[in-house]
């Protein structure tokens, strides 16, 4: 840990700039993280004494607030080194600020306040949801939620459970179950053994599993998604699209080293049998022109989609579900393009990228994790058809 604190001392700058002054340091440690399928302390303890962690949190908290570009730029350059440390830093820091700014204002000065400030990292899932039974002062809640990125490293976990009463379901319409957040310090769940795959295999995003915790009520609410107390315009951007532009950065940042990677070998790798570099083929030379094309036309339109939301919210607007669909397209066109320039460079370094000491194997999995996240997967491009088409959009499907 001593040796991540000396590395980032001196680091000072934008948020992008601390990023990639973290790049080695990130590298250094990316094989050990897949071993371990979690983040290394010092990794984690470099994104804390960087301030990366606190950096979409309010600025009375100690955070930076920033703006939506700004945000994807630098989950990039963490993404660059390494597709697990970026998906972490990019859940970290995002739902930090998403409950920052959603949860009760004195909530939030509790957990998030004080001087100094206090290390924070909150981590949780939407479902599948557990189950809640009122007791006396609170809620007696139970459940085992997936896909919790970053578990080990955050202090505080929340996870949706169904109302009970009279052991079954509360409903609120016939066919829609009574769901509220709870939050729970993370000591009081356990951390199961389960994520074992291929993609983001470092993310370590285990189950978390919790029996009969005692949540009392000031910590029982729906607190993702609920208009926010503070009154800078970034915690009024449509959380949807918010973690749909965080979660495609992650892709945009493996992508860009993967076709970075072809770029440097390009240069000392021979053609099968011959002794002429990669870099003097015009197949090389088509094919890597046509993923940057690829690549950087994916970014450029979900950077304009951001500007066109975000210019809605910092006019004190409400932007409609027809004015987001665009930015929800470009995000999931976004991680399929990654997964297309990706896919590219392996093509154009053939089986030196499978081999395992070779980058581009992890980004071949990680890239393709990525995209399956369900707030940029291919299942969005049925509602936002819809959308385009002036039709009924399904609650909650975008």
Partial sequence: MAEAKAETDAVQGTPQERARAL???IRKYADEAQDKRRLSDEVVDALHDSELMRMCLPKEFGGEEVDPWTTVETIEAISYADGSTGWNFMIGSETNGLAAGSMAQWQAEEIFGGTPHPRVIFCGAAGPPGTAEQVDGGWKVSGQWAFVSGCHQCDWFFGTAMVMQDGKPLMMTETMPMVRMFLMPLSDVEILDTWDVAGMRGSGSHDVLGKDVFVPDKRAESMLGM?????????HFPMSAKIGYN?????????????DAVQEAAHTKKAYGTQTPLCDLASTQIELAKAEATLESARAYVRRTIEDVWALVQDGQVPTTEQVAPLRLACA???????DAVDAAVRLLNTTANRMDSPLERMMRDVRAGAMHFTIGSALYEPIGKALLGM????MSL
């Fill in 23 to 25: 790049q080695p340091l």
């Fill in 227 to 235: 208009p926010s107390w503070h009154k800078s315009p970034i915690f």
């Fill in 247 to 259: 979660k495609v950065a992650v892709s945009f940042g493996v992508a860009r080293a993967a076709l």
């Fill in 333 to 339: 066109h976004g991680g399929n393009a990654a997964i």
């Fill in 392 to 395: 009924e959009v399904p609650p």
